[in-house]
């Protein structure tokens, strides 16, 4: 059975190999649903959406295996799979989209899977239709801040004809949809070029769309009708609920490996064409180098990450510059730090911690260590301005560090 399948063993076991190495590590910090869901170590908090990639793989290969009958064309779709940026970091931490991901190939690989496909495209296709007819309170606001902006140029009865709730709504539903239409936010829009407020992974290498494009061309008209279907299930998926988790359309790399497969094939079978193949394949090969060395340096985190590695580096000098059961009052400004310092510190209770926001210069009691920040661009209303400006003289600063994702930087301090 292994002989029978040897080549699917070793790129799967290489792929765990890969997702192994600095699971607990890399990326550097854990997101807040991590501390508040696990009361466990970074890599076993990981372990389980590491296995769910690796399971994913071996499903999108039986799959392809049933879909295609062509053990080539399975084989190189599920290595270029694994080697992309978007699933091999979602295997690496907590994300929805792994889960969802595990879950829609198991659909796949049952039996009248296409019928069972259409029928989740036609319950998205609806539960998307009621979505925009759903009104939120926050709509309203936005509703409100739009008609105030189109009063200034167009008469009252205007506004309310063109920017009301179901218009307001049908253009953020539209939007999510036209992000998953968006070429470039798979291929070109990864770190460090970013959305202002979202977390931008590099989802796909560059040289993979070209693959992409001559795949599509080669595959017949059932496969990419199927194809067209599966795509189009994510799309309503992100579109739906695209605010639980920005990753949901990590399923697109099911068709996009797929096309990619093709186009490999056909230009390795000629030898007029792999000339073209071998050029593009020392890209690829590029790529991939260059995206590894900054994936294990820590330096492909998206500024919009919800992984707060900063929150190691203070929890642990809190631990060392702590004396007894002195007080810490640690600034809220810090964004949700007690599941962070429940979670490093393994403490349940905290005792003696204190998370709020405060002025160091209004607290009644001097004693204790402060845990704050400064913002990068400070007004003289803040508390720790003159840090800013040469100094301040009546604490003692025992650690600083920039955060780089909140644009501020924290520090440690005593009063002298």
Not at 2 to 29: C, D, T
Not at 71 to 84: D, E, F, P
Not at 344 to 349: G, I, P, R, V
Request: proline share 4%.
């Amino acid at each position: 059975m292994i002989k029978k399948n040897r080549s699917i063993v070793i790129v799967l076991l290489l792929s765990a190999i890969v997702r192994l190495v600095g699971l607990g590590f890399y990326p550097r910090g854990l997101s807040l649903s991590e501390v508040k869901l696990f009361s466990l170590t970074p890599f076993l908090v990981r372990l389980p959406f590491f296995v769910l990639g690796i399971l994913s793989l071996y499903l999108f290969y039986l799959f392809l295996i049933k879909f295609t009958a062509n053990k080539k064309v399975s084989l190189i779709a599920t290595i270029i799979l694994s080697l992309t940026p978007w699933h091999f970091e979602l295997s690496r931490v907590y994300s929805l989209a792994m889960p969802v991901l595990t879950l829609f190939l198991l659909i796949l690989n049952a039996k009248n899977f296409q019928k069972v496909l259409l029928l989740l495209l036609s319950i998205l296709g609806v539960i998307y239709l009621v979505s925009i007819f759903s009104f939120s309170g926050k709509l309203a606001t936005k509703v409100d801040a739009q008609r105030l902006n189109v009063s200034l140029i167009s008469p009252p009865i205007a506004t309310k004809i063109f920017v009301n709730k179901l218009t307001v709504s049908f253009q953020e539903k539209f939007d999510t949809l036209s992000d998953g239409l968006d070429w470039g936010m798979y291929f070109f829009n990864g770190h460090p070029r970013e959305r202002w407020g979202v977390e931008e992974t590099q989802k796909f290498f560059a040289t993979t769309l070209i693959f992409i494009v001559i795949g599509f061309f080669l595959a017949d008209k059932k496969k990419m009708i199927l194809m067209i279907e599966i795509f189009c299930f994510f799309l309503l998926l992100s579109g739906i609920f695209g605010k639980y988790d920005q990753h949901l359309l990590l399923g697109t790399g099911i068709v996009f490996s797929y096309f990619a497969s093709l186009a490999i094939l056909f230009l390795g079978e000629d030898k007029k064409r792999r000339p073209l193949l071998f050029l593009l394949s020392i890209f690829y090969i590029f790529e991939l180098i260059y995206y590894g060395n900054l994936y294990f340096k820590n330096l492909s985190e998206s500024r919009f990450s919800p992984r707060r590695g900063i929150y190691i580096d203070i929890t642990g000098k809190v631990k060392t510059l702590r004396k007894g059961n002195e007080r810490v009052v640690v600034n809220s400004r810090l964004i949700d730090p007690k599941p962070f310092f429940s979670f490093y510190l393994k403490d349940k209770n905290l005792d003696g911690f204190e998370f709020r926001e405060f002025n160091i210069w209004r607290e009644n009691l001097k004693g204790g260590l402060f845990v704050d920040v400064l913002p990068d661009d400070p007004g003289p209303s803040e508390p720790l301005f003159k840090l800013s400006i040469g100094g301040i003289d009546l604490i003692d600063i025992l650690f600083s560090q920039k955060d780089q994702g909140k644009n501020q930087t924290v520090y440690l301090y005593r009063h002298r």
